[in-house]
């Protein structure tokens, strides 16, 4: 099974909008609505921060947000905030019964 | 709370097989309600599925490491392990263990473990 692609970096300034996009295939992003997103600070282990496509846990700011077209999902986190400045992973549910996750994204905030 | 915590040797010779426990606090892994996985992430990298378990002994691998992974579970110990053979330089990573859903909640705080000799 291959990674998903995810853009190796993208940034924005305080306030702004940004989108990190994950595209898989028909076996896994596109056929799975069990697609989540994590938030890894350095030295620190992942946290969830969209689940089952567009859900978020509790404790999650509502500036984050999930979607799916396709064989594509896609993380938009608005009102950036200093402290957003991570990597973000996706991963997907695959038909094999296994998972998968994107190559991960480094979000800077100017 | 939901607590995981990983424990091995944290520098392995090539060659050997690694071997690591994750032990749960705060929730049974006889329940049935996730699976318990190994994720890895090498310095610097992203990170990879290694595989997970079912309570009932179900595993499921990462198709690329399939043929030198092991993962079981002990229910008794409420313990989940990984093992991970004939290792090379390729293989040193962060070591995590997590408990999913359709998605991970809880995630140990990892383990480095380093193949040198």
């Known amino acids: 099974q291959s990674a998903l692609t995810q853009p190796a970096s993208v940034s924005g300034s305080p306030g702004q909008s940004i989108t990190i996009s994950c595209t898989g295939t028909s076996s896994d992003v596109g056929g799975s609505n069990y697609v989540s997103w994590y938030q890894q600070h350095p030295g620190k282990a992942p946290k969830l921060m969209i689940y089952?496509?567009?859900n978020r846990p509790s404790g999650v700011s509502n500036r984050f947000s999930g979607s799916k077209s396709g064989n594509t999902a896609s993380l938009t986190i608005s009102g950036l905030q200093a402290e957003d400045e991570a990597d973000y992973y996706c991963s997907s549910y695959t038909s094999s019964s296994t998972r998968v996750f994107g190559g991960g994204t480094k979000l800077t905030v100017l | 709370q939901v607590q995981l915590q990983e424990s091995g040797p944290g520098l392995v010779k090539p060659s050997q097989t690694l071997s690591l426990t994750c032990t749960v606090s705060g929730g049974s892994i006889s329940s049935g309600d996730y699976y318990w996985s190994w994720i890895r992430q090498h310095p610097g990298k992203g990170l990879e599925w290694i595989g997970y378990i079912y309570y009932s002994g179900s595993t499921y691998y990462n198709p690329s490491l399939k043929s030198r992974v092991t993962i079981s579970v002990d229910t008794s110990k409420n313990q989940f392990s990984l093992k991970l053979s004939s290792v090379t330089a390729a293989d040193t990573a962060v070591y995590y263990c997590?408990?999913?859903?359709?998605?991970?909640?809880?995630w140990g705080q990892g383990t480095l473990v380093t193949v040198s000799s």
């Open positions: 089952d496509v567009s």
């Open positions: 997590a408990r999913v859903d359709s998605y991970i909640d809880y």
